[in-house]
């Protein structure tokens, strides 16, 4: 129930420029942050990124961003996934991280935005394609859906590597995994991380699950790659089993967990055999990244509290 209430306020916080702005200058929560972002630069992030890799864990990286207004903040963003890819190769690194890109950070919401994101996220794919990794477009909330979607279509002719993201609150998920799932299509599913209204997303866990198993189905049933993003205990059991139902065995899917997340089952799953990527976001703008993982377990939320007040 409490984690209900605190949902909606939360997710409006993520949003707020103010409280970013606040936020990124307020050193103390520094030490809370990073439990689930593991630095500011590139450095730190590829210190994490070989951390995970000595645990046969793959990964892919976010340059914490989001919502920019301007096209100049938008460059700012995409030439610093220019450097991150630079820096992955001259690491040696290519081979077990790969890129994650927020549209909005590439400019989605400005005016012209799809010309401006398209052009940004193109860059962005074509330093990967040369760096011999992939990038995924992540979803953000429903009313960029189409054009996230249409973004993805157009990278996908160029490099067709590039992944998108499909979240299974949402009702129309179970039609986008079925055009989405064919020859050498890497979907990721997760559940959905913003406050969407009831006409167009489910709104209770149960819902929410049984909508994440029928979208897992149709997955492992098509040609592609399903990239299950999800730190459910059921959901996890499940997986392998639908896997098998549909003749895939481990490496033919892919597990993928937030940084700081279920840490240990992270290992134990890549020990078992299973393909295993975290999702490590880096960087100083990580206001609304942050919020969202505080909304998703009020108890973070607590323990954040506590470091701000100091007890
Ligand atoms: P939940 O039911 O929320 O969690 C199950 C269990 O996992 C909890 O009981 C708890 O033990 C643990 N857990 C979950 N969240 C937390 C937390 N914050 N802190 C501590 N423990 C926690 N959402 C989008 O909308 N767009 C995206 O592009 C996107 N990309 C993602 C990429 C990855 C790799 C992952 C793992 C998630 C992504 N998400 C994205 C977020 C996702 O939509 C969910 O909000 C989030 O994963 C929580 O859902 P869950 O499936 O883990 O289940």
């Known amino acids: 129930i409490l984690a209900t209430l605190l949902r909606g306020p939360l997710?409006?916080?993520?949003?707020?420029?103010?409280a970013r702005r606040l936020a990124v200058k307020v050193p103390i929560t520094a030490a809370v942050?990073?439990?689930?972002?593991?630095?500011?630069?590139?450095?730190?992030?590829?210190?994490?990124?070989?951390?995970?890799?000595?645990?046969?864990?793959?990964t892919t990286i976010d340059h914490l961003g989001e919502d920019t207004s301007s096209e100049a903040d938008a460059a700012a963003i995409r030439d610093a996934y220019l450097r991150?890819?630079?820096?992955?190769?001259?690491?040696?690194?290519?081979?077990?991280?790969?890129?994650?890109?927020?549209?909005?950070?590439?400019?989605?919401?400005?005016?012209?935005?799809?010309?401006?994101?398209?052009a940004n996220a193109r860059a962005i794919c074509?330093?990967?394609?040369?760096?011999?990794?992939?990038?995924?477009?992540?979803?953000?909330?429903?009313?960029?859906?189409?054009?996230?979607?249409?973004?993805?279509?157009?990278?996908?002719?160029?490099?067709?590597g590039t992944a998108g993201v499909l979240q299974a609150y949402l009702h129309r998920t179970i039609e986008d995994v079925a055009v989405l799932n064919g020859e050498g299509s890497r979907i990721r599913l997760c559940k959905g991380?913003?406050?969407?209204?009831?006409?167009?997303?489910?709104?209770?866990?149960?819902?929410?699950?049984?909508?994440?198993?029928?979208?897992t189905r149709v997955l492992m049933d098509g040609a592609g790659l399903p990239m299950l993003a999800t730190h459910d205990p059921e959901l996890i059991t499940a997986i392998p089993e639908l896997a098998g139902a549909a003749?895939?065995?481990?490496?033919?899917?892919?597990?993928?967990?937030?940084?700081?997340?279920?840490?240990d089952e992270q290992r134990r799953l890549a020990a078992a055999g299973?393909?295993?990527?975290?999702?490590?976001?880096?960087?100083?703008?990580?206001?609304?990244?942050f919020i969202r993982r505080l909304a998703e377990r009020p108890a973070n939320l607590a323990f954040f509290l506590r470091a701000l007040f100091g007890r």
């Open 33 to 58: 942050v990073s439990r689930f972002v593991p630095g500011e630069t590139v450095d730190e992030c590829l210190k994490a990124v070989r951390a995970l890799a000595a645990n046969g864990l793959l």
């Open 126 to 160: 074509a330093a990967a394609q040369e760096v011999g990794t992939t990038v995924t477009v992540d979803a953000e909330d429903h009313t960029t859906t189409d054009t996230t979607l249409g973004i993805l279509a157009e990278l996908r002719r160029e490099f067709p």
């Open 247 to 263: 003749g895939r065995g481990k490496g033919e899917y892919e597990f993928q967990m937030l940084y700081g997340i279920r840490t």
């Open 11 to 18: 997710l409006s916080l993520a949003r707020s420029d103010r």
């Open 193 to 215: 991380a913003y406050a969407e209204p009831a006409e167009v997303a489910h709104q209770t866990r149960e819902e929410v699950s049984a909508s994440y198993l029928a979208c």
């Open 84 to 118: 991150l890819l630079t820096a992955l190769a001259e690491a040696g690194l290519t081979d077990v991280a790969e890129v994650s890109v927020k549209l909005t950070a590439l400019g989605i919401g400005l005016p012209d935005g799809r010309r401006i994101a398209l």
């Open 274 to 289: 299973e393909t295993v990527r975290v999702y490590v976001p880096y960087g100083t703008d990580w206001w609304g990244y």
